[in-house]
């Protein structure tokens, strides 16, 4: 006669598997964490991928390749997450407005054709998360993030958008637009019913959701993200005493430094020097109407770091105490604190290599809030939907003779 067997297994609970596309120096694998297990990743900058394998084991899951060379073949597994911070330089204020159809910004489209690849063979990730600049958000009059929607709620996603901005976590500004996708019966209802939050949500969003079609406002979801309660580091926590991979300037480069500052700029420095204390701030060059001005700014919090291209966007740390005015450019450390980045993390050795790593990253503990608030309970609801389908497919009862 045949008996029931109701006895449930016991499952070790395993990290869960993720992408991570155009994945630089692995920032959002260190701010995921411990809670997954990195099964593939690539870029295809040499020196990226190479600080990457010296900071995760040699890191024999990074394919060291074009997005546009990569198959499904080479990506293993089930994953619940793809991650892809794909080139911002077409959609960013600083470039030229060429936004997805540019070509870095492009390779969203080859990265999309690999999604796309995934569900043809029953194995796209229900959790999607696209990593970019806030420019993103207006790119085209909201057009290009419009069709990064609409392609997501075609393929069975709902979607939400926040703006984090790095002030948040660490002593830099640096807003970017985090856009979470994940299959629509993956999605608990306890994510659905929220509102706009003007902190992660701001107007320029709000105004463009109102626009989409009346699929995409009914598959959009207005992320409940809380507000960190941790305290937030300043620019005088991250500077180094003795600073390694930089020298300070000359009396004579500081003071040119100051000469290219306008009245508003040098006010700033007067009014730090007579507060009587350490200050520390950071400068930027930029052009202003033809002629190259210097930006200071004292308010605990240093400006974007950008890539470097030439010499111009490279930032500069300014300490005044008193009389005394030094300035150097910031050191590799220090930009790599600004991204949140662990003192034990290896960083290249020349400059601009170091510098061009952080500043095309995203920052870890703005990713590790992101896991713990949304993706990690988003995952586990995935799990068990998947576990759910897999006890159905099973027979209930087995016989025995």
Request: proline residues 7%.
């Amino acid at each position: 006669m045949g008996q029931c067997s109701a006895t449930p297994r016991q499952e070790a609970v395993e990290p869960f598997g993720f992408y991570e596309f155009f994945a630089g120096g692995g920032m959002a694998r260190l701010g995921l964490g411990a809670s997954w297990k990195c099964l593939f990743a690539n870029d295809f900058d040499a020196k990226k991928v190479a600080a990457y394998r010296r900071n995760f084991d040699g890191a024999p899951e990074l394919v060291d390749s074009d997005i546009k060379d990569v198959r499904t073949a080479q990506l293993p597994g089930n994953p619940f997450l793809a991650w892809a911070s794909f080139p911002c330089q077409d959609v960013s204020l600083a470039g030229y407005g060429a936004g997805l159809a540019g070509e870095r910004s492009a390779v969203f489209w080859p990265f999309w054709t690999l999604m796309l690849a995934l569900k043809q063979e029953r194995r796209n990730p229900p959790i999607i998360v696209l990593e970019n600049v806030a420019g993103l958000i207006t790119s085209h009059g909201g057009r290009d993030l419009s069709n990064i929607i609409s392609v997501l709620v075609d393929t069975g996603y709902r979607v939400g958008a926040l703006m984090i901005d790095g002030t948040r976590f660490v002593a830099q500004s640096r807003p970017r637009l985090f856009i979470v996708a994940v299959v629509r019966a993956a999605c608990p209802q306890s994510f659905l019913n929220g509102k706009p939050t003007p902190i992660w949500h701001p107007p320029s969003l709000q105004d463009l959701v109102a626009r989409f079609s009346f699929a995409e406002r009914d598959a959009w979801v207005w992320w409940n993200l809380p507000q960190p309660d941790r305290r937030i580091p300043r620019l005088s926590d991250v500077i180094e005493n003795e600073p390694h991979g930089v020298v300070w300037h000359s009396v004579e480069e500081t003071t040119k430094l100051l000469s290219m500052m306008s009245p508003p700029n040098l006010n700033k420095v007067r009014l730090a020097q007579r507060l009587g204390k350490l200050q520390v701030g950071t400068v930027y060059k930029r052009s202003r109407q033809g002629v190259q001005r210097a930006e200071v700014r004292f308010d605990g919090v240093s400006g974007c770091l950008r890539t470097p291209s030439g010499g111009s966007s490279r930032q500069i740390i300014m300490v005044i105490e008193g009389r005394s005015i030094r300035s150097r450019l910031i050191s590799p450390r220090e930009t790599a604190r600004l991204m949140g980045l662990p003192e034990n993390y290896i960083l290249p050795e020349r400059y601009n290599d170091a510098y061009h790593l952080a500043g095309d990253g995203v920052i870890v503990p703005a990713v590790s809030w992101l896991e713990q608030h949304i993706l990690r309970p988003l995952a586990m609801s995935a799990k068990r939907r998947a576990q759910r389908s897999r006890m159905l497919e099973q027979p209930l009862c087995q016989a025995h003779p």
